[in-house]
T-cell receptor, first 114, second 115 residues
Framework: GDSVTQMEGPVTLSEEAFLTINCTYTATGYPSLFWYVQYPGEGLQLLLKATKADDKGSNKGFEATYRKETTSFHLEKGSVQVSDSAVYFCALTLPTSGTYKYIFGTGTRLKVLA | GAGVSQSPSNKVTEKGKDVELRCDPISGHTALYWYRQSLGQGLEFLIYFQGNSAPDKSGLPSDRFSAERTGGSVSTLTIQRTQQEDSAVYLC?????????????FGSGTRLTVV
């Protein structure tokens, strides 16, 4: 079945370090891919998205490129800040699914130290 | 309102009791979803409402779980005879009619603890 696999956390980095959070997927068809972020005590927020192969989603200095050949959508940021500490979820949805429900990864907790 | 509102934000209940969780979506959002987030787990889809169509209940884990959406707006998730394994954060999300590629807007969730 369709699924999303994320690297396990927690990921602990120093401020200004480079961030990569790996995400790979399995899907029948052509999914749209998303990254959501959940800050402490808050709901999930859409961070970025890509709807077709080779698209690059970007927001707040984060980027992810839809790689169909490797079925991946890795999240990257060149220089993290303490305020980026949160849980990051990779997700997919299939336009043909009818329900448009997301399939989420298990989340990766990022902790950035000053 | 400006966002998706969920209430209560926290609920502690005794095993065997029934609970109701409420979600008030963004005005005009025809799609409404319930997910469950258990400790150390990803988000588990529970149920989906879209306009006046029959809901997709395929994610409800047992017949103790039910949900309704009145007037195409507010939704209530009911858990009967709660069990300790029901302890989780229950998240509601809504999206506009063609929101597939625009993402959901999530509420802050209801943290349910069954003791």
């Amino acid at each position: 079945g369709d699924s999303v696999t994320q690297m396990e956390g927690p990921v602990t980095l120093s401020e200004e370090a480079f961030l990569t959070i790996n995400c790979t997927y399995t899907a029948t068809g052509y999914p749209s891919l998303f990254w959501y972020v959940q800050y402490p005590g808050e709901g999930l927020q859409l961070l970025l998205k890509a709807t077709k192969a080779d698209d690059k989603g970007s927001n707040k200095g984060f980027e992810a490129t839809y790689r169909k050949e490797t079925t991946s959508f890795h999240l990257e940021k060149g220089s993290v800040q303490v305020s980026d500490s949160a849980v990051y979820f990779c997700a997919l949805t299939l336009p043909t699914s009818g329900t448009y429900k997301y399939i989420f990864g298990t989340g990766t907790r990022l902790k950035v130290l000053a | 309102g400006a966002g998706v509102s969920q209430s209560p934000s926290n609920k502690v209940t005794e095993k065997g009791k029934d609970v109701e969780l409420r979600c008030d979506p963004i005005s005009g959002h025809t799609a409404l979803y319930w997910y469950r987030q258990s400790l150390g787990q990803g988000l588990e889809f529970l149920i989906y409402f879209q306009g006046n169509s029959a809901p997709d209940k395929s994610g409800l884990p047992s017949d103790r779980f039910s949900a309704e959406r009145t007037g195409g707006s507010v939704s209530t998730l009911t858990i009967q005879r709660t069990q300790q394994e029901d302890s989780a954060v229950y998240l509601c999300a809504s999206s506009p009619p063609r929101g597939l590629n625009y993402g959901y807007t999530f509420g802050s969730g209801t943290r349910l603890t069954v003791v």
